[in-house]
């Protein structure tokens, strides 16, 4: 009988901890099945782990998100102010107008909510494939208006705005 194999280990306990959390996620999204977006753990902490992209409807938005999260790494939170999806968006309304100096409490902590990605939502999620998240992508159609107001109040966030040239 031969002597057990001992391996020692240059992963740090945090490293070993993400990976058996990162296997453990695993295993209970393949054994309930495919498309359980909402099936992660948000660790991206702060609002300068976003990415907030913006444009119009039919411009690229969803195809230019793809291609950022190309190695789904990002928590992707698809369409968040959809106020007939997301209940959290109703103070918006559609492609609402907020001038930057607005300072409505329950706007401010909508979005908050949002870009900290702190809730669940089938309908944002069901794009999302990172497990364990270390950052958020934020991909909105409906926001252009809003973008002045949300560059004021949540500076941190990086927005990038999609164009389209006919």
């Not at 295993?27 to 359980?36: D, F, M, N, P, R």
């Not at 992209?53 to 959809?82: C, K, Q, V």
């Not at 991909?139 to 809003?146: P, S, T």
């Amino acid at each position: 009988m031969s002597a057990p194999l001992v391996v020692q280990s240059k992963l740090s306990h945090e490293q070993l901890m993400l990976t058996t959390l990162k296997e453990t996620a695993f295993s209970i999204k393949e054994a309930l099945g495919t498309g359980l977006g909402q099936l992660y753990v948000d660790t991206a902490g702060g609002l300068e782990n976003t990415i907030f992209l913006a444009g119009s409807g039919r411009s690229g938005t969803t195809w230019i998100a793809e291609l950022m999260n190309f190695d789904n790494s990002y928590r992707f939170i698809f369409e968040p102010l959809h106020i007939n999806r997301v209940p959290l968006a109703k103070p918006f309304g559609w492609r609402r107008y907020l001038r930057p100096d607005d300072d409505n409490p329950e706007l401010l902590d909508s979005m908050k909510t949002i870009l900290g990605g702190r809730f669940r939502n089938s309908w944002t999620d069901h794009f999302n494939r990172c497990w364990i998240p270390k950052k958020r992508l934020v991909k909105e159609i409906r926001a252009n208006l809003l973008l002045g107001w949300l560059h004021k109040h949540f500076p941190q966030v990086r927005i990038v705005l999609l164009l389209r040239h006919p």
